[in-house]
């Protein structure tokens, strides 16, 4: 309600007597604001805490999967000639690799003939198929017909019907001095995967009109041949050969990939990819830290800014912070490494933890002992692999009725009863800044008939005294 008098008819500074009296009424307020700051920032704080035990809980599920420790590479002594790929889990091998032959698509190309000659209308056949032999072998994919109609008939009209035509082959124009000339390429690699293009022209004569472009045995058009050929190489001095440069099928887990003929036995090796353990390793241990480094800023008080975390003294917190660290130093009983400090995951001072590097490095020498050590399968909970430990640890604080959630929920409904409280206070302020201002009001009325009535007899006696005088 707005202060309409200020105290004219008594003097009286009403506005400031009821704005002070309505600021002791609003005394309440400050408290609570600086308690509703609080519980926000504990919620603030414990929804990062929730985030990040995920974060570590979705690590152990990963530390458990039966391939985290299976993690393997390849190397090749000449990547450049002979590359490798491998899959998870491919034991570790060694050979030596020659390649004699590249595997490479066949290629046509016709005679040159003048730019924009017209070769005439007609068809054209394509079929996919096999020269291995020396004559053509037609493949079991049915042959595409391609039309070639007037006005349609120039190379690079025909070079962009075949192309949309999908016939598993390629075409293109190559001009130069003498002309130009159609040039065809197979799709795909290797001796069985060649083609056929038959065609029919409307003079009916051969090598004239569209005749000039025929790519089959018997027909003397003057189309340049080059037929496809499969990869040859020998893996341990035993020959091999693949319709193309990528050799996976005889090798369960491994994928060679050919470049380049070989001098030499090129020397491939699969072994474990200790680096990519120790990185799966390694972010399990930086969630830890990032973990522990929050709750102990958050529980802790700083001497030097002399400045108490916004967690201190929190049970939830503190209780999370103790069982934490004491799940970091729990057993797996009944493998080749019990605990984190056996594969070099150790704990320092300050709940920190830390890698030694060369530890790690000898316990990965024995990986089916690390992956045990994180995902034994055992009916006793304590048992269980570490990895599947972290994750029911991890669900135990941030899951849905985890401790962290629902010291959240109690935040939120302490957060809802000072809002209410916090309305009190601005209601009751308000009534009784109304009531004050009517209390006020009415006495500064009443002083100003006073005034008036004072006034007025005033005046009354000024004048019988000058009447009698």
């Not at 197979?186 to 069985?192: C, L, N, P, V």
């Not at 041949?225 to 050799?247: K, L, P, Q, V």
Request: avoid cysteine; glycine fraction near 10%.
């Amino acid at each position: 309600m707005p202060i309409t008098s200020t105290g004219l008819a008594s003097g009286v500074d009403i506005q400031s007597i009821v704005s002070q009296l309505v600021a002791l009424e609003r005394a309440p307020l400050a408290p609570l604001q600086t308690q509703a700051n609080k519980f926000q920032s504990k919620i603030s704080v414990f929804g990062t805490l929730s985030s990040m035990m995920n974060s570590l809980g979705e690590l152990g599920t990963k530390l458990a999967d039966p391939n985290a420790f299976k993690a393997v590479k390849g190397s090749s002594s000449a990547s450049d000639a002979v590359g490798i790929t491998v899959a998870t889990g491919t034991a570790p091998t060694a050979m030596a690799v020659e390649v004699q032959q590249l595997a490479k698509a066949q290629s046509t190309a016709t005679l040159a003939v003048p730019k924009d000659t017209a070769m005439g209308e007609g068809s054209l056949k394509i079929t996919l198929g096999d020269w291995s032999t020396g004559t053509f072998a037609a493949g079991s994919a049915p042959a595409v017909d391609i039309g070639i109609g007037p006005g349609e008939d120039t190379l690079t009209q025909i070079a962009a019907k075949i192309n949309a035509a999908d016939a598993g082959v390629t075409a293109t124009v190559l001009r130069d001095a003498s002309g130009e000339r159609l040039l065809m390429r197979s799709k795909d690699t290797g001796e069985a995967l060649g083609f056929e293009m038959q065609a029919t022209d409307s003079d009916g004569v051969d090598n004239t009109g569209l005749s000039r472009l025929a790519v089959q045995g018997g027909v003397a058009s003057g189309v340049q041949i080059t037929h496809g050929a499969n990869a040859m190489a020998t893996i341990n001095g035993i020959d091999i050969e693949s319709a193309s440069n990528t050799y996976k099928d005889g090798l369960p887990g491994i994928t060679l990939q050919f470049s380049k003929v070989t001098t030499g036995p090129v020397e491939i090796a699969v072994s474990n990819d200790k680096d990519a353990m120790t990185k799966t390793i390694q972010s399990f241990v930086d969630s830890y830290n990032a973990i522990n480094d929050m709750l102990t800023s958050t529980t802790g008080y700083n001497p030097d800014t002399k400045v108490a975390g916004s967690l201190q003294g929190d049970s939830s917190a503190v209780g999370l912070q103790n069982a934490l660290r004491g799940m970091m130093r729990s057993a797996t009983p009944g493998g080749a490494f019990t605990t984190l400090a056996d594969i070099g995951i150790e704990i320092k001072s300050g709940g920190k933890m830390s890698i030694n590097s060369a530890k790690l490095s000898t316990a990965l020498d024995n990986p089916v002992g690390v992956q045990n050590l994180f995902n034994a399968d055992h009916t006793d909970p304590t048992a269980q692999g570490f990895g599947e430990k972290l994750k029911t640890f991890a669900d135990g604080f941030s899951g849905a009725s985890g401790t962290l959630t629902t010291r959240t929920e109690s935040m939120r409904a302490a957060i809802t009863r000072n809002t209410r409280e916090q309305d009190n206070v601005i209601a009751r302020a308000a009534r009784a800044e109304a009531r004050y201002l009517r209390q006020y009001n009415a006495m500064d009325a009443m002083v100003g008939q006073f005034n008036s009535l004072n006034s007025f007899v005033t005046q009354q006696i000024a004048q019988w005294n000058k009447a009698s005088s």
